[in-house]
């Protein structure tokens, strides 16, 4: 055990919380067969079975579930010492986790979130998995549902919807369809495809940024949340919204760090920028539809 090198348990987080190889080596970079093969290694080294493995993924045992907890107590402390260090040289830093879309509106209206004399720094996270703000991997995060856990605290944004986009003043009765490979599918959304017009799918890609791309280029069709779709001049919408895709939206943060003055100024910020753009969220027609 002594001898087990940290990136390996590193590499572990990764599978545990993205459920597979697939995600681990899309955020590693290694290939899935090099990342089962270290995950063998480790349980080798610790001599626990770590994962239950199938065909739908990794799924952790009960050491499993152990060891992640322990490692995220770690990571959770590391986290602290990192703030601590900061404070001193180069200013706070306040970390946000969002999806993919959430994200993009964020950068493109980033001077909204972070002024030029503010003393922190901003660090975002993209990803679709949930954003984990237990051990405090991220200071704020976007989440589709409230939290359950006793020690975050949330706030009501508003709702999301989501409609078919397609190219605009597209061939009527195209009925290809564009979506995310089915192994990174992890939103309601990305999933609707497989879960509706599976045989109909003409192209897969590995993340979401690429569906409105490939939808102007007219390759075929897409669901996308109605604030994408709705601000992009070369889409439309094909048909009505999807209203079992429609779900609330929250900014979530630790109950103990969101009094935190540059916390609490990013997120205020967030919160004002967001609910701005409440009415496409919620996928009320731009005035091109």
Same mark, same amino acid.
């Not at 830093?93 to 509106?105: F, H, K, M, N, Q």
């Given at each position: 055990?002594?001898?087990?090198?940290?990136?390996?348990?590193?590499?572990?987080?990764?599978?545990?919380?993205?459920?597979?190889?697939?995600?681990?080596?899309?955020?590693?970079?290694?290939?899935?067969?090099?990342?089962?093969?270290?995950?063998?290694?480790?349980?080798?080294?610790?001599?626990?079975?770590?994962?239950?493995?199938?065909?739908?993924?990794?799924?952790?045992?009960?050491?499993?579930?152990?060891?992640?907890?322990?490692?995220? =107590?770690?990571?959770?402390?590391?986290?602290?010492?990192?703030?601590?260090?900061?404070?001193?040289?180069?200013?706070?830093?306040?970390?946000?986790?969002?999806?993919?879309? #959430?994200?993009?509106?964020?950068?493109?209206?980033?001077?909204?979130?972070?002024?030029?004399?503010?003393?922190?720094?901003?660090?975002?996270?993209?990803?679709?998995?949930?954003?984990?703000?237990?051990?405090?991997?991220?200071?704020?995060?976007?989440?589709?549902?409230?939290?359950?856990?006793?020690?975050?605290?949330?706030?009501?944004?508003?709702?999301?919807?989501?409609?078919?986009?397609?190219?605009?003043?597209?061939?009527?009765?195209?009925?290809?369809?564009?979506?995310?490979?089915?192994?990174?599918?992890?939103?309601?959304?990305?999933?609707?495809?497989?879960?509706?017009?599976?045989?109909?799918?003409?192209?897969?890609?590995?993340?979401?940024?690429?569906?409105?791309?490939?939808?102007?280029?007219?390759?075929?069709?897409?669901?996308?949340?109605?604030? #994408?779709?709705?601000? =992009?001049?070369?889409?439309?919408?094909?048909?009505?919204?999807?209203?079992?895709?429609?779900?609330?939206?929250?900014?979530?943060?630790?109950?103990?760090?969101?009094?935190?003055?540059?916390?609490?100024?990013?997120?205020?910020?967030?919160?004002?920028?967001?609910?701005?753009?409440?009415?496409?969220?919620?996928?009320?027609?731009?005035?091109?539809?």
């Amino acid at each position: 055990m002594k001898n087990v090198q940290w990136d390996s348990f590193q590499l572990f987080l990764q599978v545990a919380r993205l459920g597979g190889l697939t995600g681990a080596s899309a955020s590693s970079g290694l290939s899935p067969a090099t990342i089962g093969r270290r995950m063998l290694d480790l349980e080798h080294e610790i001599g626990r079975m770590l994962f239950q493995r199938s065909q739908t993924g990794y799924r952790l045992t009960q050491d499993g579930q152990a060891l992640l907890d322990h490692l995220q =107590d770690m990571e959770a402390a590391a986290h602290k010492v990192d703030a601590w260090r900061d404070e001193r040289t180069i200013g706070t830093t306040v970390r946000i986790a969002a999806g993919t879309w #959430v994200a993009w509106l964020l950068t493109e209206n980033f001077a909204a979130i972070r002024k030029p004399s503010d003393g922190f720094a901003v660090s975002l996270t993209i990803g679709e998995a949930r954003a984990n703000l237990n051990y405090r991997e991220s200071d704020i995060g976007i989440r589709a549902f409230e939290p359950e856990e006793s020690n975050l605290a949330a706030r009501l944004i508003g709702e999301v919807g989501y409609a078919v986009y397609v190219r605009r003043n597209a061939e009527e009765g195209d009925e290809r369809w564009i979506a995310v490979h089915e192994d990174d599918a992890i939103s309601n959304y990305l999933r609707w495809p497989h879960h509706h017009a599976q045989s109909s799918i003409v192209a897969t890609v590995n993340r979401p940024r690429s569906l409105p791309e490939l939808v102007r280029a007219g390759a075929g069709k897409a669901v996308l949340p109605c604030f #994408v779709g709705d601000l =992009d001049p070369d889409l439309q919408r094909l048909g009505d919204e999807l209203p079992e895709l429609r779900h609330r939206q929250w900014i979530v943060m630790n109950s103990e760090d969101r009094h935190r003055p540059e916390i609490r100024t990013v997120a205020d910020r967030m919160t004002k920028l967001l609910k701005s753009y409440g009415d496409l969220f919620a996928g009320k027609r731009s005035s091109r539809s």
